[in-house]
């Protein structure tokens, strides 16, 4: 039986603060872990219905009544693990690189990263107001995808400053997508979810780019975040 | 005060079996109500914590308790409408044409929807197994764009049986997207999220399309079919 200590321990790392204290975050589902448990990413514990066959240091068999303590998901998937934060990488200077300024939907970032793996884009810079990937809701979403592409947390302002890449931005107004040349490598960068790029953010952006709208009724107010990503990553690579 | 069987009526419409029975659906908040009372849709009754100036036998100022007992959101947004679910229509002969095959999640059939609207696809045809365009979650995230864009439910084994247009279906092995021919009019057949097409509809597909995978490592499984069905919507558009 887990002490109350460690459920309170486990269940603190919902949270943000907790997560980065310990240096530790939450994955669940056997099949997420198996794909965590195959990168590069450190276990700390398993705890789990069924024995993945691990060092017995690393795994802890556990109730069904402790797993529902402990789970984040409404209908817990057999296994809890805890991971390693891994520690920060440089900044990319080069490539295509997303640039996400404050995505706060967990369901969007984890879909967004997941379009980063498909698509051969190994670096996401995300500002500090961007939710955290290491959000239980993200490493969810992400079905493995978060241990192929490198996430970095920053000051934009910062970062786009000191690019010498193009720097795209997905903006209402911009320039058609599908008529703009578009670089191999260079910064994407897209915005919040209903307020999009911000100012400080809008004057580093070099080029501004949009994807017409085709219905004639006009009244749609803009894509969602994680589908108008998928649509310019699309557009960067498909060329 | 509502009435005990009021509020059960009310809250009975978070199933699809009472909402055919009743022939009624449910909107929330004052953003969506507000677009759809712009439509063509029929308001049954509107319950609400401010006035929307509407015909007085249509609105009913009620409290937050009450408004609290017959919400689905957790956090009710100060009004609730009743429309009338609208008359089905003839299932469409021309055009692009988006059908789903067993589409489950009610997020991703409502930013389908929402991408609908953007590229001017005014008809969506779904399979009897598809989440209910109706279901709260769904309506939720349309954000209105479900009074531009006409919803079919009907057997897709006769409907794409009987279609004289060419019958693109995406499938992981499919011809790549970027360089198929792709026709001004046809029907788009996007799977369910686990499954995708199934194999009775795969028959029925003429053109297999694929949306290449960048990646190198090639572990992604797939895309989520709603940022999928984004960018087959623009290819199709952009040419």
Redesign the interface.
Known sequence: MLSKNKIKLLTSLKQKKYRQQHGLFVAEGIKTIQ?LLNSNLVLQQLYTRITFNLDTSLETLITETDLKKISFLKTPNQALAVFKIPDSKPLPKTGLILVLDAVRDP?NLG?II??C????IYNLVCSEQTVDCFNPKVIQAT???IT?VQIHYTDLNDYLSSTSLPVYGAFMDGNTV?QETLMKEGVLVMGNEANGISEAIEKLVTKRIS?P?????Q???S??V???T??LL??F??R
């Open positions: 794909e369901g879909t997941r379009l793996d498909w698509f051969g079905m493995g995808s192929r599908y994807i709208r085709f219905g004639s009724i009244e749609t107010e894509l969602n994680a589908t108008a998928a649509i699309s557009e690579k498909r």
